[in-house]
């Protein structure tokens, strides 16, 4: 178990309040690291803190990471850091038509500005704790619609998703000397606010048309973060992982 402990170790998660984020802090608690996790609602960052405490440290720190300025000053407030996972993000679907520029701009700040962002704004804390054997971490969460073309007219979102994987690559080159790892997770159906609707309306045929035939759990998310977050994956940068039961990969 040694391989996947994360005792001492330093973690902020973006959007960790509920949904994708709440799995990853909860999964990152039970590995022993400490979390701070934020969200732009004080309200909903005093309960996820109450929930989450039973699994270890935590605390938050509420910012609205839509603008460089609220990523840097969510930066400052962190004293030391090994891993960050930039979760926090949007959707917004409608066709072609009507599609609004102001969703393209809600989406693309959130989705794939702000992660570059905050990362830049972490850097020298992420810098002073990674080592040659142990880096620190960067985790970013994509999406399999950045892999595969979905059937919703999720035409910003697909597009962040598909940006934010590759940006993942171009970090992954440019940090690794520097002692941090960057990679991405790309999560099929999950049970979380933003796919609340779909799963409602389509919930069970995503899941039988699931080469593993069921929508993906909390453990399944809180799994591969901390095998990215652990000493088990040191040695994995640049690299995109699918979590989504097989539904993008072989469709």
């Not at 929930?51 to 839509?66: K, R, Y």
């Not at 949007?90 to 701009?105: C, H, K, V």
């Not at 000397?177 to 933003?194: D, L, Q, W, Y």
């Not at 899941?207 to 035939?213: D, F, I, Y």
């Amino acid at each position: 178990m040694d391989l996947f402990d994360l005792t001492g170790k330093k973690a902020l998660v973006t959007g960790g309040t509920r949904g994708i984020g709440l799995m990853i802090a909860r999964g990152l608690l039970d590995a022993g690291a400490s979390v701070i996790i934020s969200s732009r609602g004080e309200e909903a960052c005093a309960k996820a803190v109450a929930e989450l405490s039973q699994h270890g440290q935590v605390s938050a720190v509420p910012a609205d990471l839509q603008t460089e300025e609220e990523c840097v000053r969510l930066a400052e407030a962190v004293d030391e850091l090994d891993i960050l996972v930039n979760n926090a993000g949007a959707t917004w679907g409608a066709p072609i038509e009507e599609f609004p520029a102001s969703a393209w701009d809600k989406v693309l700040n959130l989705n794939l500005k702000s992660p570059f962002f905050l990362t830049r704004a972490l850097l020298p804390k992420l810098e002073a704790r990674g080592t040659h054997d142990d880096p620190s971490r960067v985790i970013n969460i994509g999406s399999i619609d950045g892999l595969h073309v979905s059937s919703l007219p999720t035409y910003s979102y697909a597009a962040s998703k598909a940006g934010i994987h590759h940006l993942t690559r171009m970090l992954a080159r440019d940090l690794g000397p520097r002692h941090i790892t960057v990679n991405a997770v790309a999560p099929g159906p999950f049970e979380s606010k933003m796919m609340a609707a779909t799963l409602d309306a389509f919930g069970d045929a995503i899941a039988s048309g699931a080469p593993l035939r069921r929508i993906g759990r909390p453990d399944d998310m809180a799994g591969v973060a901390v095998f990215l977050a652990s000493r088990a994956g040191s040695y994995v940068t640049g690299a995109v992982i699918p979590v989504d039961g097989g539904i993008g990969t072989t469709a």
